[in-house]
């Protein structure tokens, strides 16, 4: 998850420093697997180190490779700090990092959490369908401008996308990238964190600090309630207004006194789409409205059951498309098509995966979402283009003796320079940084 | 005297590799065969390199019948 | 945005949960550990026993652990006291409007303190056993009537017990135990108690679920933290302490005392402790006359004894 990735690139100082928070330490435990979360809280309460092989006791045997997996998580995140032991008899501890453990603590042993005060029921809350529609217009208007020039997004956001490298100048107005093309077809928090990241790495240390603990802390708000402004200090008012341009948050005005999370921001941790189990009947039908809309035939027709022009032109990218009707798009899957996003730099696996995805629910019910066949097709599509495999490399033949040639071998095997050799002709290749290496073994042993 | 030449390694099947040595005479650049999948294409250059990918291309979409293509290709 | 999937949603790497946490408010139990805490005469063993305040709290810290695991953890708590089975939350019959922005802990604790844990009637007779069948019962209700909004969620029970079983609750908990066993909802077991609980036993062990008898009370909340919090998804990889052997004789119908060897009825397959001429569960006639020679018992403590009519007299232990 990109959060993560974001996460482990990060300092131990900087993490240890992000820590010191309550929420945030929350907000990525929640991030993690369910096995490493049960990892966690078993150490919860132990001041002193484990040695490792304790911990390969919490597991069973037959899923050790996933718990190598989520050990590694956890180091890479620092919550986990390893003591190596420098004797043998002795093997390595580990003990959770004393700062995340604390903070955890601390907050489990709190019983009146609150994040922000909120704000008493009004009647002009906004629905919690108005929150989905405003946070979903929102985000469609970066997306319409990636891959319709023609919206003229916010200057914040177009100088986002070009430090993301989605978009470069070109003659003086913006064009999209490949790395844009393969924006577009993922998943909506990716695509957030994405930019958010870009947003971060814009701003000092300090600042980016307190900017993600208050984003980790938004992530906790209720979805429909509003919460008071005036309780925030100036760095996350200030973020507010940022954040209302991705439809994060909704705000009436800039000056309200409330402002209301969306459900992009609450979910944005997770990744998972919240579905507030608690209103349930609402759920259903907001689910459905925002559920897929992707009919794959095997006869590579596709139709897609949206009105959204941001739908229409994302399709477009890798469909031919034929008809538009009020509700309904058609298109047809071509090797032209195909091609024609396989060179602007999409793999098959995004588009397949971008049709998975969105698949319509009565396809997914019926258990084809997207036929075998179409997936094979578009991956050999994509194969077609990749017939030849270049390496950059360096040959050698007309070798003197049979020794040579097989010693040259052998230390280009050992050097890690051996990209290929034909025992019959006597040739050689390696690469590039092997040149020299070999040039002069050879003249030393056989000059 | 060993020899050494500098450039790329090409990895294809056999009649993608026959046609490269078909194409190399023709657009003059230096090719050693290595064995059946494995050709070395001197002085690899990003011009060899795109034409080779372009005369490929070529012959991929002369050798595939599209219904949905056909106001496309002619 | 993501929702279309729900048919796949069982098999991610999800660990959504439905909590129902059923705690033992027998006062009689509670009131008997205090009073023996405060004389000082128990045996080290006893020594680490906990008060209802402090068992509370180490509660509330676990309440708190599984909703801070994940964003869309469920979680209701029912109290089981004497004569009746209530929910601490969530709250049906809270009347302040106020009452959804307390917090969780908040509610239960409010709840707890304005119910009536004494429900005793002055027409009725003296009675000290907690409704352990009711809670139960009301339990799987409310997680069936969560499984039709969500049909996606695993619920999970978590019992934390003190008083001892009750004899006349054999049929009813045991029929609960099999519905449970049925739509795989682990039963988890916390024994506060000094004994064991047959009942909890073989719920446990039949639902496989957890079953702990904490060593030293005091640390609950460690225990709590490592063994009770794993769900159901994580089960398939992780180890958790279950039992090896379980106590599963039955108890008899007419009696409820525990029964090694006794009598069948062939119908509905209850059991007696003493013959009777009709069964009293389905109404079955049995024959008159029964002979009944010696009871030989072999190896394997298997007898079996042969009458006339609908009524055999077999029994097995284990």
Redesign the interface.
């Known amino acids: 998850m990109k959060i993560f990735e974001y996460l482990s690139s990060l300092s131990q100082n900087e993490l240890e420093d992000l820590y010191q928070d309550q929420w945030t330490c929350?907000a990525i435990?929640?991030t993690l697997?369910?096995?490493a979360?049960?990892y966690i809280?078993?150490m919860?309460?132990i001041d002193y180190p484990i040695p490792i092989s304790s911990a390969k006791?919490?597991?069973?045997s037959?899923?050790m490779q996933?718990?190598k997996e989520a050990l590694k998580k956890l180091f890479d995140l620092k919550i986990i700090l390893l003591n190596r032991s420098y004797q043998q008899s002795v093997s390595d501890s580990i003990r959770l990092n004393p700062i995340y453990q604390d903070n955890?603590k601390k907050?489990?042993?709190?019983?009146?959490?609150?994040v922000f005060t909120?704000q008493k029921e009004t009647n002009k809350a906004p629905t919690i369908e108005a929150l989905d529609a405003f946070s979903k217009s929102q985000w469609e208007k970066v997306l319409y401008f990636l891959s319709d020039e023609q919206t003229k997004p916010s200057p914040l956001i177009s100088e986002l996308l070009l430090t993301a490298d989605l978009t470069k100048p070109d003659n003086g107005s913006l064009s999209i990238t490949s790395e844009g093309f393969k924006f577009l077809l993922k998943?909506?928090y990716t695509q957030i964190w994405t930019l958010l990241i870009v947003y971060l790495n814009n701003n000092t240390p300090e600042k980016k600090k307190d900017l993600l603990t208050f984003l980790f802390k938004l992530?906790f708000l209720q979805l429909g309630k509003g919460y008071l402004v005036s309780n925030l200090n100036d760095l996350q008012k200030e973020l507010l207004m940022d954040l209302k341009q991705f439809g994060l948050i909704y705000m009436v005005s800039n000056q309200s006194v409330a402002f209301y999370p969306t459900r992009l921001i609450?979910?944005l941790t997770?990744g998972?789409?919240?579905?507030l189990?608690q209103n349930?009947a609402a759920e259903r039908e907001i689910?459905q409205k925002?559920?897929?809309y992707i009919i794959l035939e095997t006869n590579y027709r596709l139709y897609a059951y949206t009105s959204s022009s941001l739908q229409i032109s994302l399709l477009s990218l890798f469909v031919?498309m034929l008809y538009r009707l009020p509700n309904l798009a058609v298109g047809?899957i071509?090797?032209?098509s195909i091609r024609t996003a396989l060179i602007h730099g999409i793999t098959a696996d995004q588009i397949i995966e971008f049709v998975r995805?969105?698949?319509?629910?009565n396809a997914?019910?019926n258990g084809h979402?997207i036929p075998d066949v179409v997936a094979e097709q578009i991956k050999l599509w994509e194969a077609?283009?990749n017939?030849?495999?270049?390496?950059?490399?360096?040959?050698?033949?007309?070798?003197?003796t049979t020794d040579?040639y097989n010693a040259t071998v052998k230390f280009a095997q050992e050097q890690d320079f051996y990209?290929?050799s034909?025992d019959?002709?006597k040739?050689l290749?390696v690469n590039?940084n092997g040149?020299d290496p070999i040039?002069t073994f050879?003249r030393r042993n056989f000059g | 005297?060993?020899?050494?030449?500098?450039?790329?390694?090409?990895?294809?099947?056999p009649p993608?590799k026959q046609f490269?040595l078909w194409i190399s005479k023709q657009e003059h650049f230096d090719v050693?065969d290595?064995?059946e999948t494995?050709l070395?294409?001197q002085g690899?250059d990003e011009r060899s390199?795109n034409a080779?990918?372009r005369r490929?291309?070529e012959l991929?979409n002369e050798n595939?019948y599209?219904v949905?293509?056909k106001d496309?290709d002619k | 945005?993501?929702?279309?999937?729900i048919?796949?949603n069982i098999d991610e790497?999800?660990?959504t949960s439905l909590l129902v946490i059923i705690v033992d408010c027998n006062i009689y139990s509670w009131g008997n550990r205090e009073k023996l805490l405060k004389e000082g005469t128990l045996n080290d063993e006893k020594k680490t026993y906990i008060t209802f305040s402090k068992f509370l709290e180490h509660l509330?810290?676990f309440i708190?652990?599984y909703l801070?695991?994940?964003?869309?953890n469920?979680l209701s708590v029912l109290c089981s006291k004497i004569g009746k089975s209530e929910f601490l939350f969530p709250n049906h019959t809270a009347n302040d409007p106020l009452y959804s922005?307390k917090?969780i802990?908040?509610q239960i604790l409010h709840k707890l303190q304005n119910m009536d844990l004494n429900n005793i009637n002055e027409t009725e007779e003296r009675n000290i056993s907690s409704s352990f069948s009711a809670a139960m019962s009301m339990a799987l209700c409310y997680i069936s009537r969560?499984k039709k909004?969500?049909p996606t969620?695993r619920p999970r029970i978590v019992v934390f017990n003190v008083s001892p079983d009750v004899s006349a609750q054999y049929i009813s908990v045991m029929n609960c135990i099999f519905s449970a066993q049925k739509q795989s909802i682990p039963v988890d077991c916390c024994i506060l108690s000094q004994t064991d609980s047959t009942f909890l036993q073989q719920a446990s062990h039949l639902t496989n679920g957890v079953y702990l008898k904490p060593q030293n009370q005091q640390?609950l909340?460690?225990y709590l933290?490592?063994t009770f919090?794993?769900?159901t998804?994580?089960r398939?990889?992780?180890?958790y302490p279950t039992l090896k052997s379980v106590d599963y004789r039955a108890s008899c119908f007419c009696h409820k005392k525990i029964v090694d060897i006794g009598f069948v009825c062939s119908v509905c397959l209850s059991i007696f402790c003493k013959y009777s001429s009709s069964c009293s569960t389905c109404g079955t006639k049995f024959s008159l006359k029964i002979e009944l020679p010696k009871k030989t018992t072999t190896a394997n403590n298997t007898t079996t004894v042969i009458g006339g009519g609908n009524q055999s007299a077999t029994a097995s232990t284990k």
Request: with cysteine.
């Open positions: 929350k435990l929640r697997p369910p096995r979360k049960q809280l078993k919860l309460m006791e919490w597991t069973s037959t899923s996933t718990h955890i907050s489990l042993a709190d019983m009146n959490q609150t909120t998943d909506v992530s609450i979910s997770t998972k789409t919240l579905s189990f349930i689910s925002e559920q897929g031919k047809i071509t090797r032209e995805h969105n698949a319509h629910p997914v019910n979402p077609e283009r017939r030849i495999g270049y390496t950059k490399s360096v040959l050698y033949n007309s070798f003197p040579c990209i290929y034909n019959s002709n040739t290749i590039e040149n040039r050879i | 005297m060993v020899h050494v030449y500098k450039g790329s390694l090409i990895e294809c099947d993608t490269v050693i290595i064995d494995h070395f294409l690899g390199m080779i990918q490929l291309d991929q595939t599209s949905f293509d496309v | 945005m993501e929702n279309n999937s048919a796949n790497d999800d660990d509330m810290v708190n652990a801070m695991l994940n964003q869309e469920q922005e917090t802990q908040e969560i909004a969500t969620i640390q909340t460690q933290l490592s919090l794993i769900d998804y994580s398939k990889f992780l180890a």
